[in-house]
């Protein structure tokens, strides 16, 4: 089995225990109160611009290996098309104003540590549970299109993670130590993004 599949296959539990959490049980419901998604929605946009910044910051200092310089390229160039599209949809000019929560900024220090410590390809290892998470959330969820949270899962179902990430964890990603290291780093983004849905509705 290759590393990609392996590192869903071995954390698939939180993902489980993700789809679980009272946000994600309410929303396909339709019952979630709109409070609730403002805020999960207020603090997805800040992740998404810090993640953004933190994209641009590795596509300008990761000159090599090519193909490891040419993914943070790639996916700071996709984060900041999506980022831009989402200011201006809900018409902010940044993120300035906005507090993360505890469970964000864990998430975002996490990140960060990732960024600033370790080698570039296990930010990349960083990276992958909010792809593959969403997406496997997105088509968990059994919603039609009156639901008033359809757009998410709309936006969310569809992708293909595996184009940018399986060829590059599979080739860098080869001895034992290496592998259980981003085995770690990904069940901690894993864990941050259970930690992200869980804490934007507690009953």
Known sequence: MDVYDSLWQKNEDIAYQTLAVPFLQHMPLGDLQADY???????????????????????????????????MKNRYESYQKYAEATLKQFNLNGVSNIKATPAMEKYLADYKEAM???????????????????????????????????????????????????????????????????????RMQMKNEHDFFESSLQE
């Open 116 to 186: 600033e410590k370790e080698e570039p390809i296990y930010f990349a290892v960083a990276l992958l549970p909010c792809a593959r998470l969403w997406l496997w959330v997105a088509n968990q969820l059994n919603e039609t299109c009156c639901n008033a949270y359809f757009t998410w899962k709309k936006d969310n179902m569809y992708g293909h993670p595996e184009d940018h990430y399986k060829a590059l964890l599979d080739k860098y990603l080869t001895k034992p130590e290496q592998i259980e290291k981003a085995n770690n780093i990904f």
């Open 37 to 71: 998604y403002v805020g999960f929605m207020i603090q997805d946009i800040n992740y998404l611009v810090k993640v953004t910044d933190m994209l641009k910051e590795m596509s300008e200092n990761v000159k090599a290996p090519k193909d490891i310089s040419d993914f």
